[in-house]
């Protein structure tokens, strides 16, 4: 590798990253550059990494770490793509651990009772920023989806487990 080359290359992707990005301080523009090391691109879509670059793409920490690495940098095409793909993960009220590949449902774990929460709270911070009515528009079924789950009590899939929630009505 020669250092000048990849210097140079360094230096565009960064200029690059802060293009389009309205705030030119010297804080905001590191804060937008280190944000942007989070958010990947993998063959099934946008991820965002919890962990650079030995954790996987935990969709709980993405979805919590959203507003701040893609909504506050100006991602919104990334944003709304992470929210689409997780959208189309929801079963019975509940989301995975980790994005899954090819299709593959069965490998996935849907353990974690919180993460739909965290879901409903990012496209509320979504809408938030970006006033995006067709993004609303698709992600409402899953929005009551999870709802109705826990209206209606959730209980986890896993037998060694056997875990409920509901809301209080």
């Known amino acids: 590798i020669h250092i000048n080359s ?3 290359h360094e230096l565009f992707l960064r200029r690059e990253t802060l293009k389009d990005f309205s705030l030119q301080t010297p804080l905001a523009q590191r ?3 280190a944000a942007d090391q989070f958010l990947i691109q993998t063959p099934e879509g946008t991820r965002i990494i919890a962990g650079y670059p030995w954790q996987e793409d935990s969709i709980r920490e993405s979805l919590i770490s959203l507003p701040g690495i893609a909504l506050a940098t100006g991602r919104f095409e990334e944003a709304r793509s992470i929210l689409n793909d997780c959208s189309k993960l929801i079963l019975q009220g509940l989301l995975p651990q980790r994005f899954y590949t090819n ?3 069965s490998i996935s774990r849907y353990l974690e009772m919180d993460t739909p929460l ?3 709270y990012a496209v509320q911070k979504y809408w938030e920023v970006t006033k ?3 993004a609303l528009k698709e992600l409402k079924g899953s929005l009551g989806k999870i709802l109705q789950a826990y209206c209606e009590g959730i209980i986890i899939p896993y037998l060694e487990i056997q875990t409920e929630i509901r809301m209080d009505s």
Request: charge should be negative.
């Open 31 to 33: 804060c937008t550059i």
């Open 103 to 105: 299709g593959n449902r």
């Open 6 to 8: 990849w210097l140079e």
């Open 118 to 120: 965290w879901f409903i």
């Open 132 to 134: 995006d009515l067709d």
